[in-house]
């Protein structure tokens, strides 16, 4: 054993010997200004052989001859250095100004960072990269300022985004995408490793270029290309995780929902109780509750798989430039049913330089997506489903094919049990995409004036087959042949956009730049929907279990219904840009795009926008100031318009029926309201300011922008009858403030690390309904409103001023005791409202704002460390200010015969002093209690690890490069106060218990030869 040891030590010593050994030194300093940098990393490529500079800046070294030194320092850029026999080697390192440097792509072109006078932020491929999802745009949570992002969990289900606040009552607030010149409102078939750049365009400025659709912020994407002069390169990626439910909501169990039953005093609720010990026995643990105790979410939920497979060819000549890629991504969901999400993707794009003055190329890519979605109502199902019911009930022997339990047999009015929906539906949506961009570049004057037309192509095909299938449990509960159906949805789009661009660049002496574009585009989409349903037919061929038989031909000719449907836009644009810099620090930028379509009366829109800039940091007084690298003001203003709203409906007739003389007659009915609807438009004012500081460790961003929306489209009420129509006459306002920074620092030659994060504010008000006081909202159980100085869809209702604690309290207020006059029942353990006006008298009038579904402010950042091979992020996202409706709860109360979550069980009235803030078992499902109060609405206010990620990098020369990862997905959720799985309900704020995000744990492995 000792000679093995020993002969292990030799040989690695002698590997590590091996080869001519040199030392060698120098000094590393500044190429600006010659001054020594100290801390500088020194090391020899390919090893863990290093160095760092002393306080002079100098350095000694063991390396081998033909071996090459890199050296590298925060803010400056890196260099390598081959060593033949030198001894001595000296380096300058130059300030890395990448980031003020780095081209960023916006509206038909592109810029330098430093030369932004508007609010343009960029997303880095790595950070999407690192979220293990099948939508891109869930990646983005948490990284732009300015930029809110609320997930969805269901497989392949699109996020929903809003840049800078909604904007719009009846139309999309949705962004425009840009992916390699086309347009889309969703980029479901993407994948992150397709993905080159990201830019989000966040102010009427920057994104009005791109005219009618980009009113609510642009998000420009270019996938990836390959490279000149470059040797072929193959990357493969992978990973494989499992998914699990976060924050499952706890709710009562069977001996917490028998104990608030028996206190309810509802005597339908004590004998449902008292049947289902009856049918399915006494609990051995406590003889007075059932013999069940199920957790529906946990019959419901299950952990999912979720896998990624990639591989890109990437490499060019000095004339062709290729990147070949595919793509296959899988996602099954946590609702346990068929429920699943698979996707693939091939790809190509070339670039050719055919000429010295003409460059053409093109790119395609090919999507086809297989999505199974959920029952929706079985989410609803699971909170109420009592514990003291099983998932199946052996009584019924008959059933086909899972004897499923029933509620109705212990007393309660519905099924109740999700099983039967789930295990019984088949939602099968298949897309198909063909995304393809061709261009010619022809240079007319080296490197002054060139001219681009590039033609866009896309296909959409769509194929939804939904199919109810039968099961039998008796004969009440049961889904016929008959009661079964089919639904198909078919449809198919193209997208033609041919734009035209003519560029000029030029410098006038040395303090002139110029640039100017003047371009047209033209843009038609088409659209075609089909759909047909219909009942299966006993007689027909129909066979539950074999797919092959679910068609239209096998429903019943009576029960059919099919409808046709189409549409087609189209338009055509001029625009153009002035870039004007004088002296390198004075900024100019102007845009302007005029825009025709077809779809409303007011045929063209003309889209000015305005930016400045001011390079502070360039002037003479700010020689001295050695701490600031760059600094930069910026002002702009822009006008966008929205053409995601609806065209104006015709007027209309009607058939009825009505009685004169105790006689029918058929009639026509005339519509007399018309709407009148027009482009909405927003006009935005910017104000930012950027810097990099501290040798360029510090970079920050800061902005502050007022949005308005004048015409806002909304409901106008007649002053005659009671019909409403459409009209250009509200008006809405956003505006905020957005931070964003990033600081880089260096612990030591080898430990590295970054902070960076962002912090944006939103307010939301209506400025105009046109003289009309309100406009309702939501439900009639919980009413919203649409009014002036208030945030859109405010909840409305009643403040609550604790619990009456005993009968002296009730009698004690004047409103409780008008109540009871009224016949309203009112006990201990009922909530106490606030009487407003202090009329003596519980009513409308004492409604009350109680909250906006719109976060006031939110918040995203990452943390990074880098330690030789090891590199560790973890990012996190939060959100508050916001207040969330929780409907169930409010359902339940309505509704008798239902479960309650667990923290109404633990915490509900149990007598005098117990709480001032439930209501007790007795008082839950009382009319008095059941009225829209703070009690239902719920802090939005959560803060979540958005993604924790170790990788381990692996380079040596003549092996592939390998990196290896273990990432953790949204693995935590704190939340202030709501009660539910997941705070991001939507921009509604209405908590309907929507699919939950899950977290997500992933082993990942990428290879690079």
């Known amino acids: 054993m000792k000679t093995k040891f020993s002969l292990i030590l030799l040989l690695f010593f002698a590997l590590v010997s091996w080869g001519q050994q040199i030392e060698v030194s120098g000094v590393v300093t500044s190429a600006s200004d010659g001054i020594p940098l100290p801390g500088v990393s020194v090391f020899v490529e390919g090893t863990s052989i290093g160095a760092v500079t002393d306080f002079d800046g100098k350095y000694t070294i063991g390396v081998q001859s033909g071996q090459k030194l890199n050296f590298s320092y925060i803010g400056f850029k890196a260099q390598s250095i081959a060593v033949t026999n030198q001894t001595v080697v000296n380096v300058a390192l130059e300030e890395d100004v990448e980031s003020l440097n780095e081209v960023v792509v916006v509206g038909y072109g592109t810029q330098k960072k430093a030369d932004l006078t508007g609010a343009v932020s960029t997303v880095k491929t790595e950070a999407i990269s690192r979220t293990p999802a099948a939508q891109i745009t869930q990646g983005f949570q948490g990284q732009v300022a300015g930029v809110q992002i609320s997930s969805q969990g269901s497989p392949g289900e699109t996020p929903q985004i809003r840049i800078r606040g909604t904007n719009s009552l009846s139309g999309s607030n949705n962004p425009l995408f840009v992916v390699d010149g086309n347009f889309f409102d969703n980029i479901d078939f993407l994948n992150p490793s397709e993905i080159e750049s990201v830019s989000i365009l966040k102010d009427a400025s920057s994104a009005s270029i791109y005219g009618v659709r980009a009113a609510n912020g642009v998000i420009v994407i270019t996938t990836k290309g390959g490279s000149y002069n470059k040797k072929p390169e193959i990357s493969f990626s992978s990973y494989v995780g499992v998914q699990r439910a976060q924050n499952i909501l706890k709710m009562a169990n069977a001996e917490q929902f028998t104990t608030f039953a028996l206190e309810s005093g509802s005597q339908a609720e004590i004998e449902s109780v008292e049947q289902a010990i009856q049918r399915f026995g006494r609990s051995r643990v406590n003889p007075n509750i059932p013999n069940v105790n199920t957790d529906w979410y946990d019959e419901v939920l299950r952990d999912a798989p979720i896998e990624n497979y990639d591989i890109q060819v990437t490499g060019g000549s000095d004339k062709i430039s290729y990147s070949l890629g595919g793509n296959f991504f899988s996602q099954q969901g946590i609702l346990d049913m068929k429920n699943s999400f698979n996707r693939s993707n091939l790809r190509a794009r070339i670039d050719a330089k055919a000429t010295d003055w003409l460059k053409v190329g093109g790119n395609v890519l090919y999507s086809n997506a297989v999505q199974y979605g959920d029952e929706g109502s079985a989410w609803q199902l699971t909170y109420f489903a009592v514990p003291i019911l099983p998932v199946f009930d052996n009584n019924f022997t008959e059933a086909d094919p899972l004897p499923y339990s029933d509620a109705r047999e212990i007393g309660y009015r519905g099924s109740q049990n999700p099983f039967p929906l789930m295990d019984n539906a088949d939602r099968r949506g298949e897309r198909r995409r063909i995304v393809s961009n ?21 296909y959409r095909g769509t194929n939804e087959r939904i199919v109810q299938l039968p099961y039998f449990v008796t004969d009440e509960y049961q889904r016929s042949i008959e009661q079964s159906s089919i639904t198909l949805n078919n449809g198919v789009g193209e997208n033609y956009i041919w734009d035209n661009i003519l560029t000029y660049k030029n410098n006038f002496g040395e303090d002139h730049d110029l640039t100017l574009i003047a371009g047209t585009s033209f843009r038609d989409e088409y659209g075609r929907n089909f759909g047909a349903s219909g009942n299966f037919s006993p007689e027909s061929s129909f066979v539950r279990n074999n797919d092959k038989t679910w068609y239209i031909q096998n429903t019943s000719p009576d029960s059919r219904t099919a409808y046709d449907g189409g549409f087609r836009n189209y338009g055509f644009s001029y625009f153009g840009r002035a870039e004007y810099q004088l002296m390198d620090k004075y900024l100019l930028n102007l845009s302007f795009r005029a825009e025709g379509t077809n779809k409303y009366d007011e045929t063209y829109v003309y889209l000015p926008a305005i930016g400045l800039g001011w390079e502070i940091s360039k002037e003479s007084f700010m020689d001295n100031v050695d701490f600031v690298n760059f600094l ?58 950027s810097a ?56 030591s030659d080898d430990f590295s690390y970054s902070i960076s994060g962002n912090f944006s504010t939103l307010d939301n008000e209506i400025t105009s309904l046109a003289g009309q006081p ?81 976060p006031t402010f939110y918040y995203g950042g990452n943390i990074g460390l880098n330690y030789k091979d090891f590199d560790l992020n973890i990012a996190f996202y939060g959100q508050g200010g916001n207040v969330i409706f929780n409907s169930n709860r409010q359902e339940v109360i309505r509704t008798q015969g239902r479960n309650i979550d667990a923290d109404l069980a633990i915490n509900r009235w149990r007598g005098e002093g117990s709480t001032n803030s439930y209501p007790s078992s007795e008082g839950y499902r009382q009319v008095w209690n059941q009225r829209l109060s703070e009690f239902f609405l719920q802090d939005g206010d959560f803060f979540r690890i958005q993604n924790i990620q170790l990788g381990y990098t692996l380079k040596q020369e003549k092996l592939p490069e390998i990196r290896l990862t273990l990432t953790a997905d949204r693995p935590f959720l704190w939340t202030k106060s709501f009660n539910g799985f997941n705070p991001e309900v939507g921009f509604d704020g209405r908590d309907t218990q929507t699919y939950p995000t899950p977290s997500v744990y992933s082993l990942g492995v990428q290879v690079k030869f």
Request: proline share 3%.
């Open 438 to 458: 061709f261009y010619a570049d022809f240079e007319i004057l080296p490197k002054k004036l060139n001219f681009k037309s590039s033609l866009s192509y896309t």
């Open 692 to 747: 990099y500081l501290f040798d360029n460790r510090l970079s920050l961003e800061a902005d502050y922008f007022v949005k308005d929306t004048d015409n806002l489209v909304i409901n106008v009420l007649q002053f005659i009858g009671t019909g409403s129509s459409r009209q250009n006459v509200g008006g809405v306002r956003n505006k905020g403030i957005e931070l964003a920074a990033t600081w880089r620092g260096q612990f």
């Open 632 to 689: 930069k003001l910026r002002a702009s203003w822009g006008r966008v318009a929205n053409d995601a709203v609806g065209a104006s409906n015709p007027l209309s007739a009607n058939s009825i029926t009505t009685v004169f003389n105790d006689t029918f007659y058929n009639g026509i009915e005339f519509e007399t309201v018309e709407d009148d609807i027009s482009w909405e438009f927003t006009d935005e004012l910017n104000i930012g300011l």
């Open 774 to 854: 309100v406009l309702e909202t939501g439900t009639a159980e919980a009413r919203q409103r649409i009014i002036v100085g208030q945030p859109i869809n405010v909840f409305y209702g009643w403040e609550i001023d604790g619990v009456y604690q005993n009968e002296a309290e009730i009698l004690a207020d004047p409103a409780a005791q008008a109540a009871i006059a009224q016949g309203t029942d009112i006990s201990p353990g009922y909530f106490r409202y606030k009487d407003r006006n202090g009329d003596g008298i519980l009513d409308a009038e004492d409604r009350t704002y109680l909250g906006s579904p719109i």
